[in-house]
């Protein structure tokens, strides 16, 4: 069974900056894919960016796209998330999961483990 945990969630004006964690439980960390979703209120759950098994490759949604950056350490079995330039549009509660494969994709049900979940809350 494996485990995530969010962190990093908090409330931050425009322009502000929070870098999320994700620590996850379990061995062989460093197999599979990790990606971050989020959801804001009212709207379903939304693809914002992953990062293939060694860190190799990332891929973001165009929304977050240089603004955001997917890292992990795999040593330490955690992914992060960095966020800069944040905007109000970006409020949502952020998941990470884990991909089914070390590639990962964009749907959902391309991920078979989720955290609970962080709240980031864009002051305008």
């Known amino acids: 069974q494996v485990q995530l945990v969010e962190s990093g969630g908090g409330l931050v004006q425009a322009g502000g900056s929070l870098r999320l964690s994700c620590a996850a439980s379990?061995?062989?960390?460093?197999?599979?894919?990790m990606g971050w979703f989020r959801q804001a209120p009212g709207k379903e759950r939304e693809f914002v960016a992953r990062?293939?098994?060694?860190?190799?490759?990332?891929y973001y949604a165009d929304s977050v796209n240089d603004r955001f950056t997917i890292s992990r350490d795999n040593a330490k079995n955690t992914v992060y998330l960095q966020m800069h330039s944040l905007k109000p549009e970006d409020t949502a509660v952020y998941y990470c999961?884990?991909?089914?494969?070390?590639?990962?994709?964009?749907?959902?049900?391309?991920?078979?483990?989720w955290g609970q979940g962080t709240q980031v809350t864009v002051s305008s």
């Open positions: 990062i293939t098994g060694n860190g190799g490759r990332t």
């Open positions: 379990g061995s062989s960390f460093s197999i599979n894919a």
């Open positions: 999961a884990r991909a089914r494969d070390s590639w990962g994709q964009r749907a959902m049900d391309g991920y078979d483990y």
